[in-house]
T-cell receptor
């Protein structure tokens, strides 16, 4: 079956503009995660959705960042008034509960955002 | 908050040889999961191997194995019979079993495989 997909693959935007990044999770996966990867760094957690529960937004770096997900389908990450420090690769992952109770996360290819 | 440290920014290995990537972590929890992910230039994160903290036996997946030392909070990855396709960034990650679902990642080790 299809893996996690993300669009666009690359996005160049001017400072101050808003951007929307999209994630299509694996069908049947109830959980969805957004991470940010700055150049030469590991991944930083941004936000987590589980089914219809309230999302865990504890990783969002500022109120310019927001994300939505309808049910167990597509998610969009929105960055308002982009700044140069927002330049990074934004990775999405999805998961379902495994038999051990652990959520194994499957990652998409990411969106590379460049703010000029 | 848990921290994950990878002290080797870059490593190099010859094809068919063995290489070990280091990872240490800091936590006060007793129940957690540890992972190694591979990230090739395509940016796709690929799970290589995982370890449950309650298991004493080290995980093994074909040419990949770990040395999990819980008391020392160490979780190294050994790659045997290295292949050119193993060249990538390798990230060590921690996830709590009891609170939250986010993965905490180290900064990564870039592995170069030479013919």
């Amino acid at each position: 079956g299809a893996g996690v997909s993300q669009s666009p693959s690359n996005k160049v935007t001017e400072k101050g503009k808003d951007v929307e990044l999209r994630c299509d999770p694996i069908s049947g996966h109830t959980a969805l995660y957004w991470y940010r990867q700055r150049l030469g760094q590991g991944l930083e957690f941004l936000i987590y959705f589980q089914g219809n529960s309230a999302p865990d937004k504890s990783g969002l770096p500022s109120d310019r960042f927001s994300a939505e997900r309808t049910g167990e389908s597509v998610s969009t990450l929105t960055i308002q008034r982009t700044q140069q420090e927002d330049s990074a690769v934004y990775l999405c992952a999805s998961s379902r509960r495994t038999g051990t109770g652990d959520y194994e996360q499957y990652f998409g290819p990411g969106t590379r955002l460049t703010v000029t | 908050a848990q921290t994950v440290t990878q002290s080797q920014p870059e490593m190099s290995v010859q094809e068919a040889e063995t290489v070990t990537l280091s990872c240490t972590y800091d936590t006060s929890e007793s129940d957690y999961y540890l992972f190694w992910y591979k990230q090739p230039p395509s940016r796709q994160m690929i799970l290589v191997i995982r370890q449950e903290a309650y298991k004493q036996q080290n995980a093994t997946e074909n040419r990949f194995s770990v040395n999990f030392q819980k008391a020392a909070k160490s979780f190294s990855l050994k790659i045997s019979d290295s292949q050119l396709g193993d060249a990538a960034m390798y990230f060590c990650a921690y996830r709590s079993a009891n609170s939250g679902y986010a993965l905490n990642f180290g900064k990564g080790t870039s592995l170069l495989v030479t013919p």
